[in-house]
């Protein structure tokens, strides 16, 4: 019943592809009966004059662009997943002992170990007597005072400036001036935020207004990571997708920038322009001249630039590196080097992984200073970002210096979670290229593979006739035979007719091997049982 009530409610809405192909496509109101389903299942029964109880907040009277957002990463095979560790923690048999969660690049979750250095400060400002503690190396107590100095009453307990502790967002700065070989960078530019996807959403909210044929369109890759098309949803902003050419390992094509751009303007006004480099959930990196040629549309067709550079020090491929779109812009001069750019970082992925402490920014180049005050008092009235977040934020970017105590096991750390990410990246792209029906490009950046795989016609005729998209339908057989997560490609988008799914490549390498050999052995099978 739970399988049956996740497969009525799987659905494939987000942005599959520019023009979501309407085959696999079911209605609303039994995408949403088929979610009340798996809630029942899954959630303690109340007493039934609560379940009686006149609501006043229903599935009719919430906001509807709520119930248009999807993210796949954590949507129906994750739920399945969910629903199969409850089942295995009863007790009940499984092919598998536990569900391996390759689906959401959570590094620490996959056993990946936290920086040193990182630790020993944090720890320091959550309970200061530690600094009084000799274990604890003297570059380590330096940082975590001067932290403690720059927060209300010394103590990260305290509220901070909207924007940020100005002390940490100068870390920030110096930290993209000195990446970015000299060009200045302000603190006052800087925001710290919960995580980039704060400031992603924030920026999105701010760009988007008008009605109907006015509407501001968001032109984002396809694939794309769900958090874009999800906000769009919330926003009502019109989403425009441009494909990456999976042909040329996911480059990013000036044509079909053209191509959506000029099909989109009769539905809507496109303002903006989303990149992910290192790409999500593509895991590719973008050459120099690419990123000039991408300037140059945005400038010619004053688009906003929206750069999310989360994977910065994720980089793999011995011929790439990788270039910010702030540098390249200031260093290619008039007219380009006055263009609008937001661009975002965070603490959760690169060699740090720390997700769940909801470190990030956003550095804002060129931007109009009346929009500022708004955007300020906007963030205003959250407050602050979580104190924490902004402290690892600011030790990430003032990392312990050459000759410090501290220096050389945080060197060696960094460069063994890089070193690893990079051996596994190759290591599952050559995996899954030696299987007939599965191809992968090169894992260039990033933490992902995302192969293109064949499924078979009586497959996709299996999905169609339970009301969800094939990719989905092979995710979850995969999972209900092997327990491995992945997420279906149809959650990022994908060009209509191909079929992908995206995995992390943070397993240990310990494991990661027997991991793609059971992927393997499944699609091997799976291919066998739907063929004619």
């Given at each position: 019943?739970?399988v049956?009530a996740i497969?009525?409610?799987?659905?494939?809405?987000?942005?599959?592809?520019?023009q979501?192909?309407?085959?696999?496509?079911?209605?609303?109101?039994?995408?949403?009966?088929?979610?009340?389903?798996?809630?029942?299942i899954?959630?303690?029964?109340?007493?039934?004059?609560?379940?009686n109880?006149?609501?006043?907040?229903?599935?009719?009277?919430m906001?509807?662009?709520?119930?248009?957002?999807?993210?796949?990463?954590?949507?129906?095979?994750?739920?399945?997943?969910?629903?199969?560790?409850?089942?295995?923690?009863?007790?009940?048999?499984?092919?598998?002992?536990?569900?391996?969660?390759?689906?959401?690049?959570?590094?620490?979750?996959?056993?990946?170990?936290?920086?040193?250095f990182?630790?020993?400060?944090?720890?320091?400002?959550?309970y200061?007597?530690l600094?009084?503690e000799?274990?604890?190396?003297?570059?380590?107590k330096?940082?975590?005072r001067?932290?403690?100095?720059?927060?209300g009453?010394?103590?990260?307990?305290?509220?901070s400036?909207?924007?940020?502790?100005?002390?940490?967002?100068?870390?920030?700065?110096?930290?993209?001036?000195?990446?970015?070989?000299?060009?200045a960078?302000?603190?006052d530019?800087?925001?710290?935020?919960?995580?980039?996807s704060?400031?992603?959403?924030?920026?999105?909210?701010?760009?988007?207004?008008?009605?109907?044929?006015?509407?501001?369109?968001?032109?984002?890759?396809?694939?794309?990571?769900?958090?874009?098309?999800?906000?769009?949803?919330?926003?009502?902003?019109?989403?425009?997708?441009?494909?990456?050419?999976?042909?040329?390992?996911?480059?990013?094509?000036?044509?079909?920038?053209?191509?959506?751009y000029?099909?989109?303007?009769?539905?809507?006004?496109?303002r903006?322009?989303?990149?992910?480099n290192?790409?999500?959930?593509?895991?590719?990196?973008?050459k120099?001249?690419?990123?000039?040629?991408?300037?140059?549309?945005?400038?010619?067709?004053?688009?906003?630039?929206?750069?999310?550079?989360?994977?910065?020090?994720?980089?793999?491929?011995s011929?790439?590196?990788?270039?910010?779109?702030?540098k390249?812009?200031?260093?290619?001069?008039?007219?380009?080097?006055?263009?609008?750019?937001?661009?975002?970082?965070?603490?959760?992925?690169?060699?740090?992984?720390?997700?769940?402490q909801?470190?990030?920014?956003?550095?804002l180049?060129?931007?109009?200073?009346?929009?500022?005050?708004?955007?300020r008092?906007?963030?205003?009235?959250?407050?602050?970002?979580?104190?924490?977040?902004?402290?690892i934020?600011?030790?990430?970017?003032?990392?312990?210096?050459?000759?410090?105590?501290?220096?050389e096991?945080?060197?060696?750390?960094?460069?063994?979670?890089l070193?690893?990410?990079?051996?596994?990246?190759?290591?599952?792209?050559?995996?899954?290229?030696?299987?007939?029906?599965?191809?992968?490009?090169?894992?260039?950046?990033?933490?992902?593979?995302?192969?293109?795989?064949?499924?078979?016609q009586r497959?996709?005729?299996?999905?169609?006739?339970?009301?969800?998209?094939?990719?989905?339908?092979?995710?979850?057989?995969?999972?209900?035979?092997?327990?491995?997560?992945?997420?279906?490609?149809?959650?990022?988008?994908q060009?209509?007719?191909?079929?992908?799914?995206?995995?992390?490549?943070?397993?240990?390498?310990?494991?990661i091997?027997?991991?793609?050999?059971?992927?393997?052995?499944?699609?091997?099978?799976?291919?066998?049982?739907?063929?004619?």
């Amino acid at each position: 019943m739970f399988v049956g009530a996740i497969n009525r409610f799987s659905r494939f809405k987000a942005g599959e592809s520019p023009q979501v192909t309407t085959r696999y496509h079911y209605n609303k109101q039994q995408r949403l009966a088929a979610l009340q389903i798996i809630r029942n299942i899954t959630m303690s029964s109340t007493t039934s004059q609560a379940a009686n109880a006149v609501k006043v907040l229903t599935l009719n009277s919430m906001n509807p662009r709520v119930k248009d957002v999807e993210y796949a990463v954590r949507g129906a095979v994750v739920e399945m997943a969910l629903g199969i560790e409850r089942d295995i923690a009863k007790g009940i048999k499984m092919p598998f002992d536990h569900v391996i969660h390759a689906n959401i690049g959570d590094c620490q979750a996959m056993g990946q170990t936290p920086i040193t250095f990182i630790r020993q400060v944090t720890s320091m400002l959550q309970y200061p007597k530690l600094l009084e503690e000799s274990s604890f190396p003297e570059d380590a107590k330096d940082k975590a005072r001067s932290i403690l100095a720059a927060c209300g009453g010394g103590s990260v307990g305290a509220y901070s400036d909207s924007q940020g502790v100005p002390a940490l967002r100068q870390c920030v700065a110096d930290y993209i001036e000195n990446r970015d070989g000299g060009i200045a960078s302000i603190a006052d530019n800087i925001f710290l935020t919960n995580g980039a996807s704060d400031a992603v959403r924030t920026i999105l909210g701010l760009l988007t207004y008008g009605r109907g044929a006015e509407r501001t369109g968001v032109m984002i890759p396809i694939p794309q990571y769900p958090l874009y098309s999800a906000c769009l949803s919330e926003f009502g902003a019109t989403q425009i997708g441009y494909y990456l050419d999976e042909s040329s390992g996911w480059s990013l094509d000036i044509d079909e920038l053209e191509r959506s751009y000029t099909e989109a303007k009769s539905r809507c006004v496109p303002r903006v322009l989303c990149v992910i480099n290192p790409g999500n959930p593509t895991g590719q990196v973008i050459k120099r001249d690419n990123i000039e040629a991408v300037i140059r549309f945005a400038y010619d067709h004053q688009l906003f630039l929206m750069s999310d550079e989360v994977y910065q020090e994720n980089i793999y491929a011995s011929d790439r590196e990788f270039h910010s779109f702030k540098k390249v812009l200031i260093e290619m001069g008039d007219p380009w080097s006055h263009m609008e750019l937001a661009s975002f970082h965070s603490a959760s992925k690169c060699y740090m992984g720390e997700c769940g402490q909801r470190g990030g920014y956003m550095e804002l180049v060129n931007i109009d200073n009346d929009v500022r005050f708004q955007l300020r008092k906007l963030v205003s009235a959250r407050l602050c970002s979580n104190i924490n977040g902004q402290a690892i934020m600011s030790i990430v970017t003032d990392p312990p210096k050459l000759g410090g105590p501290s220096y050389e096991q945080y060197r060696q750390e960094r460069h063994k979670v890089l070193e690893s990410l990079a051996l596994r990246a190759d290591m599952v792209a050559r995996a899954f290229n030696t299987v007939d029906g599965i191809r992968c490009n090169p894992v260039q950046g990033a933490m992902y593979a995302f192969p293109a795989i064949d499924i078979p016609q009586r497959a996709q005729d299996k999905a169609l006739e339970l009301k969800i998209h094939p990719d989905v339908f092979y995710c979850m057989e995969l999972l209900r035979s092997t327990g491995i997560c992945v997420v279906p490609g149809s959650g990022f988008g994908q060009r209509p007719g191909t079929f992908h799914f995206r995995m992390t490549i943070l397993p240990p390498t310990s494991e990661i091997e027997a991991l793609l050999q059971r992927l393997k052995d499944f699609h091997v099978k799976f291919t066998s049982t739907y063929s004619d």
